[in-house]
């Protein structure tokens, strides 16, 4: 019967870590903002990108990124189309949808279109500058990131029409940037030459995009794995945040470890 107890508690133990640890699973992609260095000047230009880690079968990228424009100007405010297209689309045909700035708000959605494959992997989405107006501790973060997937059938003329749409679960990762010097003012920039309208099979989703307030970001530690604010660590419109099945893991591991070392003891 202590036999039978013990062989039950391992046996309920592993598949809770197997429940946590599919939970973990489903929130490795990453969507994230990086830059050479964290410690910033004003009055200079810094590089920042725009990029996707571990991601599967992505037809549209939909991104919102707010930022203070206070103490950062984002390069191409005026001149329009502040982002850079990447190298994660670059093997298939793609368009981009939105690029522009509105209100401390950079707006870039990027689309495959057809005949395209959905892309897997790792990449640059997109690159942009900035130039720090004042001292002080800022950040960029996602109000929206959305990576869309897209079912396909063929029709009877041999086009494809999309018969289905899918938000693919993923984690966005803020930058936060220390910046210092004297405050300056923004560089001089060119009015903006107005661009065609582009369209793709989801017929310009990012148009109708609203921001997220409750979306949660993530920074990421030095290792590279995402760490959670303390301050946004409640639930979103995405679901359960990784520090719930975390915790639940080691609370689990916490109880079995105790009744492992009961039973054992009543066994002698």
Known sequence: ???????????????LLLGISSSLAQNDAIIAL???STAVQTGQYYPLTL???????????????????????????????PMTAGDFFAEEPAIVIRNGIQAGKITFTNSLVSPATPKTGSGVVATFQIYPLSAGTTQLRFTVADLTKVTFTQTTDGKREVTSTEDLPVLPA?????ITGETVP??????????????SELG????????????????????????????????????????????????????????????????R
């Open 1 to 15: 019967m202590k036999s039978f107890s013990l062989r039950f508690v391992v046996l309920i133990g592993t598949f």
């Open 34 to 36: 990086k830059a050479d």
């Open 51 to 81: 990029y996707l880690q571990d991601v599967s079968e992505v037809w549209q990228i939909n991104a919102e990124i707010e930022y203070d424009p206070t103490l950062i100007y984002v390069v191409g405010t005026i001149s329009g189309s």
């Open 174 to 178: 803020l930058l936060e940037l220390s």
């Open 186 to 199: 923004p560089p001089d920039e060119s009015t903006p030459t107005p661009e065609p309208t582009a369209t």
């Open 204 to 267: 310009g989703r990012g148009e109708d995009a609203t921001a997220e307030p409750t979306l949660v970001n993530v920074t990421l530690a030095p290792d590279a794995l995402p760490t959670l604010i303390p301050e946004l660590a409640e639930e979103s419109d995405r679901g359960s945040l990784p520090i719930l099945p975390i915790a639940v893991g080691l609370l689990v591991i916490g109880i079995l470890g105790g009744l492992g070392l009961f039973v054992m003891s009543r066994r």
